[in-house]
């Protein structure tokens, strides 16, 4: 092809959609991946045994096809052969004692279901989705708005206007509570605390952090609205559908393509460099998908703006993530009604337990007991594995990057703090043992397992660094305005013509698209 109008490096959701997005506007698009796919954290593969179809990294996609990225391009996707499979049961929680509580799809039942384990947690959990409902304009224009813009700015004047300065005030100051402040002035059930505790991990945040309460209630909310679905097939179907609509509208996407560096003429960035040699340029724009490490490190070298080089330098990344995945001869017999068929289970003592297991974890030290997030993709697509078998997906939010220590006293970190295969592998079976306290016969009935530490994550995804799957610390000074940088505005760069989009950059890490989709809209 001629040289396109626009470069995009890495090929993560984000990119994806912003090159889909600006495919339809009839822009010419060359999206480049240094690995031999495409994806970023979306992959599928057979890793654990034959005919047994698991996604590595991300699997739930509920941030996706509630977004606008979604809106937009879903049906063209459908085109190209993407399906999601649901389930009514999206999450619950199991604790050691063998309490447990299940969330469905429907808010009605969810009521009566938590009514039933505490008098008025249920009524309580409608009022925290409710209010999430009845403040969906401004919490999503907010979440995934483009922050520096007029559309925003008329936004908060509107709402200002019609709470009042006080009242929006208040409410900001209320959506700054951490989890536990919400958990414990809310609820009086500790089962009810535990099942929603955890779900502060998967935005990057720990319970006591601030911010960490209201986007929990914002994940209640969509998990009931649009429960947990997964890709039919495996995520591998998405970016086939990706794939497929972004060549339908022209671009092109060309795999074992690493960039070195970025290309600048006449003061604006004009193309790359591939670690080849090669030179390629755009006569537009160059978006890259990277961290800022990536980015105003080894993309940009020398010609990275002072001010930028020193942001990154002080720029945090967060907790590692640690998946395991299990081929399984039989679906798990969990000890608990109705565990079997939901989507996302998490296995913790309790919210005190997820502060425990998270402070660990910062601290350098594997965590004792760790928040294990339980998928059951078979449950949703029976296609992922053989007749009456079964495949776990479990992740681990709660991973030290570097290790210190174990906070149990019994595995022997490596004198450089760096994960082993050996250490891996021992983690694994602590992990294992309090899965299978809450499974019968489960030992019997694993078929494989295959572990991925931090350190195995980011060897397959330069851009989690130290197995950081959120794209840097997601606390309050990190998000927003403020992500990835202080001085950051929207997704522009000290560099005509260079913009920075993925998880380091507003609206941050999920699957959503948000940064692609709000870039494309702009350019």
Not at 144 to 160: C, F, H, M, Q
Not at 292 to 313: C, F, I, M, S
Request: contains cysteine; aromatic residues 6%; proline residues 6%.
């Amino acid at each position: 092809m001629t040289a396109p109008d626009h470069i995009i490096v890495g090929s993560g959701i984000n990119a994806l959609v912003c090159a889909a997005m600006l495919g339809a506007k009839g822009a010419k698009v060359l999206v480049l991946e240094r690995n031999d796919r495409i994806g970023g954290c979306m992959r599928t593969e057979e890793i654990t045994a034959p005919g047994f179809v698991h996604d590595v990294m991300a699997t739930t996609f509920v941030l996706f096809i509630t977004s606008p990225a979604f809106a937009a391009l879903g049906k063209d996707l459908a085109r190209h052969g993407l399906e999601f499979c649901h389930t009514a049961t999206p999450t619950g929680v199991l604790t050691p004692d063998g309490n447990h509580a299940v969330i469905t799809t429907d808010r009605i039942a969810n009521i009566a279901a938590l009514n039933r384990i505490a008098p008025s947690d249920g009524d309580r959990h409608g009022g925290d989705v409710g209010d999430i409902e009845r403040n969906a304009g401004l919490l999503f224009g907010l979440l995934g708005g483009a922050l520096w813009s007029y559309p925003t700015t008329k936004l908060i004047a509107g709402e200002a206007w019609r709470r009042g300065p006080r009242n929006l005030a208040a409410f900001m100051g209320e959506a700054l509570v951490p989890a536990r402040g919400w958990l414990e002035t809310t609820y009086t059930s500790d089962v009810v605390r535990a099942l929603w505790a955890p779900w502060v991990l998967h935005a990057g945040l720990g319970p006591e952090d601030a911010f960490s309460g209201q986007i929990a209630k914002v994940i209640a909310f969509a998990l009931e609205a649009a429960g947990a679905p997964i890709v039919k097939g495996g995520a591998r179907n998405l970016l086939a559908a990706f794939e497929a609509l972004i060549k339908e509208r022209g671009g092109e996407i060309r795999i074992n393509a690493d960039v070195a560096s970025i290309v600048q003429s006449g003061g604006r960035a004009s193309g790359v460099q591939l670690a080849s040699g090669e030179t390629l340029n755009a006569t537009k724009s160059v978006i890259c998908s990277v961290t800022p490490t990536q980015l105003y490190g080894r993309l940009l070298g020398d010609a990275a703006p002072k001010r930028d080089v020193e942001a990154t330098r002080v720029y945090r990344y967060g907790k590692g993530n640690f998946q395991i995945h299990y081929a399984l001869s039989k679906p798990p017999a969990w000890r608990g009604e109705g565990l079997d068929k939901v989507a996302l289970l998490h296995l913790t003592p309790g919210l005190d337990g997820v502060s425990k297991a998270c402070n660990e974890a910062v601290r350098g030290l594997l965590p004792a007991v760790p928040t294990i997030c339980v998928g059951q993709p078979h449950a949703l697509d029976p296609s992922r594995c053989p007749d009456g078998k079964a495949i776990l997906w479990l992740q681990l939010p709660e991973a030290p990057r570097h290790i210190k220590g174990d906070a149990a006293g019994k595995l022997e970190a490596p004198a450089d703090g760096r994960w082993t295969g050996a250490l891996r592998e021992a983690y694994a079976d602590r992990v294992e043992a309090i899965l299978a306290s809450h499974v019968d016969g489960f030992h019997e009935s694993v078929i494989a397992r295959r572990a991925y530490s931090p350190a195995d994550l980011e060897a397959m995804n330069i851009n989690l660094v130290g197995g950081d799957p959120y794209g840097g610390s997601s606390t309050i000074d990190q998000s927003f305005l403020w992500r990835p940088f202080k001085a950051s505005r929207n997704h522009e760069t000290g560099i005509k013509g260079l913009y920075h989009i993925g998880a380091s950059t507003h609206p941050g890490a999920g699957l959503g698209g948000g940064s692609g989709f709000l870039l494309a809209g702009r350019l």
